[in-house]
């Protein structure tokens, strides 16, 4: 193909006309950052709301393990307020957490940036996406102080217990949580399909879809399975309403609750089990795969190295993607199903080990040899690579059906999870908030405090988690709130849960130096430069930091290589900017002092 | 669940395809002066269009799953279908020709005929009130005959069905009266052809989901269905 030209080429190739899109120019303080139509602006709302909602998912982790630790010293923890705080902790985390900061945060800010564009092609859609967003936290909040106060059926919210009188929340807390659901669907929804058109419709020239960074490609795969996948959850919400409400009987089957037998009849719990894993499955990708893409990037640029197989990696991240959606069961194993289905679920589940074993495999031979940089965000890099491998090994022995049965329900799940989708993808959050920080403000993090950040997150994580297998093998049981008086779990098991709660309350003090960090930074923190991390993607070359509006000033960038250049041979500079011709590499004029704005 | 898969396999297959055109031949390590600018195709394909099939296969598997559900319910032995009103028949009739008269509708924007347009609107919006007033009907009848949403388990989906495929029709008008406002309110035509055209494809979505819906509320042939002729009203 003649367009294929050599690096040593010459000729020059002028920029031609890219199709401008208007921008809305905002005029007030309040139209530029309250209802802004930013992608950054919008961005920074989503980061901001997820870590607030967050925090208060984080003291209801430390209720839970006050509890555990000691059981009943606390006046203020009892049985019903304790399965509260584990439903909202697991419930605020996934969603309202991980999949708002990840796609609604760094899909916002980063896809427009590293794409090259000047934002989203929709931003008053993408505006209405973070108040609907918003509106579903508030919601969320708001069932904590409704009578009878937040749903405690577990995460999971399974029928018939879910809508039961008896369970904590059964009338106005489930009723804000599934409402708050289905407005949270709608607002990603929205947002879902400013990403995805954005990234098909809105590239720079002359970056291709292989040059896009891995960070989008994860991004932009993990929302194509939101949308696809969110559906199941607001189906299996609005029916859940219905048998509420209306007294239908989708979920809920002939049952006596307090010796009264009630009017549902011939409802399928199963029913919903399937829907909601349907969701369920899908949604442990949304949250990992913009964090493969995050660290993939993190990894490539602090090792200054290209990263290992990228079109492999591209491919496993859709590999994964679509496997995602044919192992739902293997939660179910416990409900009972037909031997072959547990056999079929059971292979698809450990078929998913292929294409992420590739993903981490490339991470590791990235590494290799690489020119690594210790700086903290490459920390946390590494932190995931070790906490994602670990999860994912426990997944094997939970993916088989015969060991899952005397697993299933105990310590041991809960390890697994929190591992492989709470711990793991966080460490790629402040792996990526260390990252992109100081394009975001202008300054960087100070230094020692993430170096500490890291340290207590990365060993205490262990601390809490490790144990917790051995409980899981115990037969220590998940969601009681306490064990007392039960002959086969020994006085050991208590000990150590005092360790755990020990060193899960000292993991979230450490958070409070991260926030302090965040802030604190944001007023004295050292001043970053326009390219602080000599990286290659489009947002490092933008002419202001933070960027302004419009992101690229009066230009857009014309991309004439992919998103890995670094150490590349007889080249003086240890990277190469996707924006740089190879024609300026080629003559030598290539230095980045005289690219990157002081 | 087996229909949403067949629907979420041809979705993986679209999307497979797609991907192999981007990375067959391509070696993404190769800087290039040239700029490759992408398809003139690509290039001029809006992307409120883009964004209308993003929603539609959204939409899609919501109604696949809803189906799903259905599927797996029907087989409990408790299943009792209810009446076929015969009203659904009319109902199905004049949604194909809202659907029709929205692409007339369509074809009159592209040649620019603003009065067409308008006559095209005027048509479609009143056939689509009439296909809900006729749904509605429908829901009055069943209910004069004892059938409510909480009665059986082929009621409630039943009005479930329906009513999530009325929501989706009502969600269409809006975007209507956006169309209409631009044809009365002598909007740009090229403003007011996109409006129209995107119109025009949701418009044959719903009715190509009501057809689905259709069939699985009445044809006897997937087993039992929610609605048999074999029930009288």
């Known amino acids: 193909m003649s367009s294929h030209v050599a690096h040593d080429a010459t000729d020059y190739a002028p920029p031609a006309e890219v199709g401008e899109m208007e921008l809305y120019h905002p005029k007030t303080f309040i139209g530029k950052y309250i209802w802004s139509q930013d992608a950054k602006v919008i961005a920074i709302q989503y980061a901001i709301t997820a870590i607030g909602i967050g925090l208060v998912a984080l003291v209801l982790s430390w209720l839970m393990r006050l509890q555990l630790a000691w059981p009943n010293e606390f006046s203020f923890i009892n049985p019903s307020n304790y399965l509260q705080f584990v439903s909202m902790h697991g419930m605020i985390m996934v969603i309202y957490l991980l999949t708002a900061l990840f796609l609604g945060g760094f899909g916002n800010y980063l896809i427009p940036l590293m794409v090259g564009a000047r934002d989203m092609v929709f931003p008053y859609v993408n505006m209405l996406s973070f108040w609907v967003y918003l509106f579903a936290v508030l919601l969320l909040v708001a069932s904590f102080f409704v009578p009878g106060g937040p749903t405690g059926a577990g995460w999971t919210l399974y029928p018939p217990q879910v809508i039961l009188e008896g369970t904590p929340g059964a009338t106005w807390g489930i009723i804000l949580m599934m409402l708050s659901l289905i407005v949270f669907i709608i607002g990603f929804t929205m947002g879902g399909l400013n990403y995805v058109v954005t990234v098909l419709q809105a590239r720079a020239r002359g970056m291709t879809m292989m040059r896009l960074p891995l960070t989008i490609w994860g991004i932009f795969m993990a929302t194509i399975l939101a949308l696809l996948a969110f559906p199941a959850l607001f189906v299996s919400a609005i029916m859940m309403l219905l048998d509420l409400l209306l007294g239908t009987s989708f979920f809920m089957p002939a049952i006596i609750s307090r010796g009264q037998e009630l009017d549902y009849v011939g409802g399928s719990p199963i029913l919903f089990q399937h829907l909601f894993w349907f969701f369920g499955h899908p949604e442990v990708y949304i949250v990992a795969l913009p964090a493969f893409g995050i660290v993939s990037d993190l990894i490539s640029v602090h090792a200054r190295k290209n990263i290992f197989g990228y079109r492999m990696m591209v491919w496993a991240i859709l590999i994964i993607g679509g496997l995602s959606f044919i192992v739902w069961a293997h939660h179910m194993y416990v409900s009972g199903m037909n031997p072959y289905f547990g056999f079929f679920f059971a292979t698809t589940t450990l078929i998913i080990a292929i294409p992420t074993a590739i993903k981490v495999y490339n991470w590791v031979l990235t590494l290799w040899r690489g020119n690594i940089h210790l700086t903290v965000p490459m920390l946390f890099a590494i932190g995931f690579i070790f906490t994602f491998v670990n999860g994912g090994l426990t997944g094997l022995f939970l993916g088989n059906v015969t060991i899952d049965l005397p697993l299933s329900d105990t310590m041991f799940v809960v390890a697994h999870f929190h591992m492989v989708m709470a711990i793991a993808p966080i460490m790629v959050v402040f792996g990526a908030i260390y990252h992109w920080y100081p394009k975001i403000t202008g300054r960087m993090l100070n230094d020692t405090l993430g170096q500490i950040h890291f340290w207590i997150t990365f060993v205490g994580s262990y601390a809490i988690y490790y144990p917790m297998h051995y409980l899981g093998f115990m037969g220590v049981p998940r969601r009681y709130y306490a064990i007392q008086g039960t002959s086969f779990i020994p006085e050991s098991a208590h000990t150590l849960n005092v360790a755990i709660t020990v060193a899960a309350l000292v993991v979230g003090a450490a958070q409070i130096l991260f926030l302090y960090n965040l802030v604190a930074s944001y007023f004295r923190g050292r001043p970053a430069g326009g390219n602080p991390w000599d990286a290659t993607t489009l947002e490092w070359q933008t002419p202001e930091t933070p960027p302004g509006h419009g992101n690229f000033g009066k230009q857009l960038p014309v991309v004439y290589r992919w998103a890995y250049d670094y150490s590349v041979p007889d080249v003086k500079e240890d990277f190469i900017p996707q924006n740089v011709p190879p024609n300026e590499v080629a003559a030598g004029n290539w230095i980045k002092s005289t690219r990157a704005p002081a | ?233």
Not at chain 2, 46 to 62: D, H, N
Not at chain 2, 203 to 218: E, K
Request: one cysteine or more; charged letters at 10%.
């Open chain 2, 1 to 233: 669940m087996t229909i949403t898969l067949v629907f979420l396999a041809l979705l993986m297959g679209a999307i497979v395809w797609w991907l192999l055109r981007q990375t067959v031949n391509v070696q993404p390590w190769r800087a290039e002066l040239a700029v490759q600018d992408a398809h003139p195709a690509v290039l001029a394909r809006p992307a409120a269009k883009l964004a209308l099939w993003m929603f539609l296969a959204v939409a899609t598997s919501l109604f696949a799953l809803f189906i799903s559900a259905y599927a797996m319910r029907l087989s409990y032995l408790d299943w009792r279908p209810l009446p076929q009103p015969r009203l659904l028949m009319v109902n199905t009739a004049i949604l194909i020709v809202a659907s029709l008269a929205m692409e007339w509708t369509a074809f009159a924007a592209r040649r620019g005929d603003v009065e067409n347009v308008r006559r095209g609107l005027v048509a479609s919006g009143l056939l689509t009130a009439a296909f809900l007033v006729g749904q509605f009907a429908v829901w009055r009848q069943l209910g004069a005959a004892g059938y409510f949403m909480t009665t059986s388990a082929a009621t409630a989906f039943f009005y479930l069905l329906t009513a999530v495929h009325g929501a989706h029709v009502l969600g269409g008008l809006v975007a209507w009266a956006r169309s209409a406002a631009r044809a009365w309110g002598g909007a740009d035509p090229a403003r007011l052809r996109m409006g129209v055209e995107l119109c025009a494809i949701y418009w044959h979505f719903l009715l190509v989901v009501w057809v689905v819906l259709f069939a699985v509320l009445a044809s006897n042939y997937l087993g039992l269905s929610i609605c048999s002729p074999d029930v009288p009203l």
